[in-house]
């Protein structure tokens, strides 16, 4: 596919547009429809003889080797190891082949993104990379303009977080973000407590020799493959991470409360689905557990492990109530449009009204309806109207149905409608895909950052009053 040319100092260039979430990292050019390269927020790490091997492509670091560990790069969609970050970006850069002296580059960030995060980050591409010029925009940004909503709420359904984000005029209102640890890293720690419930073993593939399928309860039955060397446990993690990961894709089924609990009695045996894990193993899911745990993304309080009782506890995750933003840290001032005579309350941030008051867990609806609760009167109706659902997380069936039915309920006065691609990759890749349009349009070139600019102007400003 051919791109589409735009301008930079009078001259013809194609930018580099850089989305790295909590989950995946993906890289390509401007005015493409998809990424180039879309790669594992994880690394490969291999110590040999006092040297260091670093390894990015996916089919590459899954195969063990001696001395190896996998390290994870982000967590919660901001740069957690900055040093295996610079070494992934400059792999892509090479294999991409780009000439940073020639073209700028955009890079999608999280709205929780720190201030050192991004001076460091800013630094590395101007001073180190030497890309000719650059551009920090905010993630839930970008998923409005590839949606071509200007004005609208994001749903965010990522891996480890769950992000609501109001959109005025094309920026994020930074100080309104509410979000939580209930997403897709939720699902998997559920997964893992009820498959030990149930005593089921999950074999990485790169254990299994041999396999003859078997049915559970029956025991797998395979030939187990020997290394002579060890394995670290961050390199099974990783493996068990991918397998968890396709039994949220072909298992989960979300549904309202009240239809759940009639699928006890009305369980058929068509309704149950089997997944067979790499080691031969058939395991049966009846149709009311995979819509249990589905539904904890709307009902964490009630979480399913297989286990019986009131109080179950899901491993690593705490009570949340939605306040996620660190409002101490240096960043972008909050926008204000010039319409609005004079801010309220909701414009300046503050949460006098609707603020939970109680320590029980905030659910999506809850969580969705707690955001448009602090949105200025004159703004709900429209962003209620323009409601969209992004992420890996919210491919699984059902979730958007749900949503919908239960923000109706809770504001009978508004005209509530989600808005979601059906499409796997417009869904995943619709921050990168509107960070692609965003760098194609002619009238961005006046937005990019360069050396000579950040040098004259300096770090704090830009990130202030440029990067919003």
């Not at 000439?99 to 180190?128: M, W």
């Amino acid at each position: 596919m051919a791109t589409a040319p735009q301008v930079y100092g009078a001259d013809e260039i194609n930018a580099v547009v850089l989305d790295a979430s909590s989950y995946s990292t993906k890289i390509g050019y401007g005015s493409l429809d998809c990424p180039i390269l879309n790669l594992p927020s994880y690394y490969g790490h291999q110590t040999k003889d006092g040297s260091e091997k670093f390894i990015f492509e996916e089919n590459s670091m899954l195969i063990p080797r001696p001395d190896y560990e996998i390290k994870k790069i982000m967590k919660d969609g901001i740069i957690d190891d900055f040093e295996g970050a610079v070494k992934q970006y400059n792999y892509m850069f090479d294999v991409l082949k780009l000439k940073p002296s020639e073209q700028p580059i955009l890079v999608i960030e999280s709205t929780q993104n720190e201030y050192e995060k991004k001076t460091a980050l800013l630094k590395q591409l101007l001073k180190e990379n030497k890309f000719v010029a650059t551009f920090l925009i905010k993630n839930p940004t970008c998923v409005s303009f590839a949606h071509g909503r200007p004005n609208c709420l994001v749903v965010d359904l990522g891996h480890d977080l769950v992000t609501i984000t109001p959109i005025l005029d094309g920026i994020s209102l930074r100080k309104q973000v509410l979000g939580t640890h209930y997403a897709g890293a939720f699902l998997s720690q559920q997964l893992r407590q009820l498959l030990n419930h149930k005593s089921v073993e999950v074999v990485p593939v790169y254990k299994v020799k041999s396999k003859v399928p078997t049915y559970f309860p029956d025991e797998a039955k395979f030939e187990e493959r020997e290394y002579d060397f060890d394995i670290s446990e961050s390199f099974e993690n990783f493996h068990k991470l991918r397998i968890l990961r396709e039994m949220k894709e072909t298992l989960l089924q979300a549904l309202p409360d009240n239809e759940t609990e009639k699928l006890k009695e009305q369980e058929t045996e068509e309704d149950t689905r089997y997944f067979e894990f790499p080691n031969g193993l058939n395991v049966p899911f009846t149709k009311y557990e995979r819509v249990r745990l589905a539904n904890s993304l709307f009902n964490p309080s009630e979480p399913y492990t297989g286990e019986s009782g009131s109080n179950i506890v899901v491993e690593g995750f705490s009570v949340e109530t939605g306040k996620i933003i660190n409002e101490d840290t240096i960043t972008s001032r909050e926008y204000v449009p010039l319409r609005r005579s004079k801010k309220t309350d909701s414009s300046s941030g503050r949460r006098s009204k609707d603020e939970p008051t109680d320590d029980k867990p905030r659910g999506l609806t809850s969580l969705v309806n707690q955001a448009l609760n602090h949105l200025d009167v004159d703004l709900k109706p429209q962003l209620a109207n323009n409601i969209i659902l992004t992420g890996a997380t919210s491919l699984i069936p059902g979730v958007a149905e749900r949503l919908n039915q239960e923000l109706t309920a809770l504001n009978p006065g508004l005209k509530v409608r989600i808005h979601s691609s059906a499409n796997v990759i417009e869904r995943t890749c619709s921050a990168w895909i509107g960070g692609s349009i965003l760098s194609s349009l002619g009238t961005f070139h006046q937005l990019w950052v360069s050396e000579n600019e950040y040098d004259e102007v300096g770090a704090k400003k830009l990130i202030m009053d440029r990067f919003r």
